[in-house]
């Protein structure tokens, strides 16, 4: 059984530096804790945990002296916040992040319109509105071109959130081009979503079984399942190597491996390594 791994998949560089961030705190004497679970992965938020690294859900329940942003970013309310606690500022922005908040601001400083492309309650969308209305912007988010405003006075500008999908952008700009607006377009999209997309579509159909792994409440992770159960029946969405023993690999020549953006490497390396030891064991 031939093990092979997707030419892109785990963490990107925002959520490794996340995660570098905290275990630095964590083993520089702790007294730290992370603004929310610092990524959507139970196995390393309770081994944060275990290291005595706690989320907290709003700025008011601070207890330690120093909190970590996650690579989200969060709005200046929850930044204040946090100030207003007494607690130092441990910077977890992915810097592409930063980049679109600034964005955000640079375009409602400009007196634009901002369109936000994005989904309304995702944690980062909901730091790119609040950037651009403290600097006194209309902002609009919009998911779909059904949610572009049909009453538009005065100039447009748009800023995406990092993870969306290209095509999501260009329709929102054709509509808008369609109603002969010409809009300011910061392209703040990161590449690192798509590159694991292409690779794990790549793999899943050139393999006999698609091993996804991540948490079972990541999104990114779980679009990556769906789109390699779209291109092979025997595709899974595993958290731990525990959850292999389900699967079954009988006759599988070829298996392929790939993570979501929050799969830290560790995790990927222990699932690897399961799945070697079925092989060495299908060839006794
Ligand atoms: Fe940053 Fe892109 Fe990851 S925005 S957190 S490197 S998906």
């Known amino acids: 059984m031939e093990i092979i791994i997707a030419s892109r998949a785990g963490a990107c560089y925002g959520v490794q530096r996340a995660l570098n961030l905290a275990q630095k705190a964590a083993q520089s004497g702790g007294d730290v804790q992370t603004l929310g679970s ?12 275990a290291s005595g690294v706690e989320a907290v859900s709003k700025p008011e329940e601070l207890t330690a002296s120093r909190a970590i942003i996650r690579s989200h970013g969060v709005t200046p309310q929850v930044r204040e916040g946090i100030e207003q606690a007494g607690a130092d500022i441990i910077d977890a922005t992915c810097p592409h992040v930063l980049r679109a908040q600034q964005a955000a601001r640079d375009l409602a400083l400009e007196g634009r319109l901002v369109i936000v492309v994005g989904e309304e309650s995702h944690p980062e969308v909901e730091g790119l509105r609040a950037w651009a209305e403290q600097a006194g912007g209309q902002v609009v988010v ?21 993870t969306q999908r290209r095509e999501k952008l260009d329709a929102i700009i054709d509509v808008l081009k369609s109603r002969g607006i010409e809009a ?10 798509s590159t694991r997309q292409e690779a794990a579509a790549e793999l899943a159909s050139q393999v006999d079984v698609m091993v996804v792994i991540g948490g079972h409440n990541s999104s990114n992770t779980t679009r990556l399942f769906e789109i390699c159960r779209a291109r092979s029946p025997q595709a899974f969405h ?15 020549q070829r ?29 006794e």
């Open 38 to 49: 610092l990524i959507h992965n139970p196995q390393v938020v309770a081994e944060l945990a």
């Open 142 to 162: 919009a998911a779909t071109p059904d949610d572009v405003p049909s009453q538009i006075d005065g100039s447009v500008g748009i800023v995406v959130q990092t």
């Open 184 to 193: 300011e377009i910061r392209d703040t999209i990161c590449s690192a979503t």
């Open 238 to 252: 595993i958290e731990s190597p525990d959850e292999l023993q389900a699967i079954d690999f009988k006759g599988a």
């Open 255 to 283: 298996v392929g491996v790939t993570a979501g953006a929050s799969t830290p490497e560790d995790q990927i390396e222990s699932v690897i390594e399961r799945l070697r030891s079925f092989a060495e064991s299908q060839e």
